[in-house]
Nanobody, 127 residues
Framework: QVQLVESGGGLVQAGGSLRLSCLDS????????MGWFRQLPGKERELVAA????????YYADSVKGRFTISRDNAKNTVYLQMNSLKPDDTAVYSC????????????????????WGQGTQVTVSS
């Protein structure tokens, strides 16, 4: 059974930084692309960043380019989201997700491409 568990959320002032972590257990983590999504109540889930299984390709939403960095440590079955220069608009529940297909050569950018989801961690940025 695949389980994704996020950690690292919290309250931070605008301009600050947070690093989110997502531990993947239950299958071969290194074979699957991973993504970080965020969602506000009443709004659609938004893909923030994604990374291929080998880490060679990444995707970032325009709203976070230059501020967020996604990375992975396949030896630790963990994907990270380093968030710098945080803004109040970044406030949301952040969830990690695992690709449906192994060894995909492209970065999955559609939520339907992801088969497993974490429970989410709250990130709140105060002004």
């Amino acid at each position: 059974q695949v389980q994704l568990v996020e950690s690292g959320g919290g309250l931070v002032q605008a301009g600050g930084s947070l690093r989110l972590s997502c531990l993947d257990s239950g299958r071969t983590f290194s074979a699957y692309a991973m993504g970080w999504f965020r969602q506000l109540p009443g709004k659609e889930r938004e893909l923030v960043a994604a990374i291929t299984w080998g880490g060679g390709h990444t995707y970032y939403a325009d709203s976070v380019k230059g501020r967020f960095t996604i990375s992975r440590d396949n030896a630790k079955n963990t994907v990270y989201l380093q968030m710098n220069s945080l803004k109040p608009d970044d406030t949301a529940v952040y969830s990690c997700a695992a690709d449906r297909w192994s060894y995909s050569g492209v970065v999955p950018t559609n939520s339907r491409d992801y088969a497993y989801w974490g429970q989410g961690t709250q990130v709140t940025v105060s002004s």
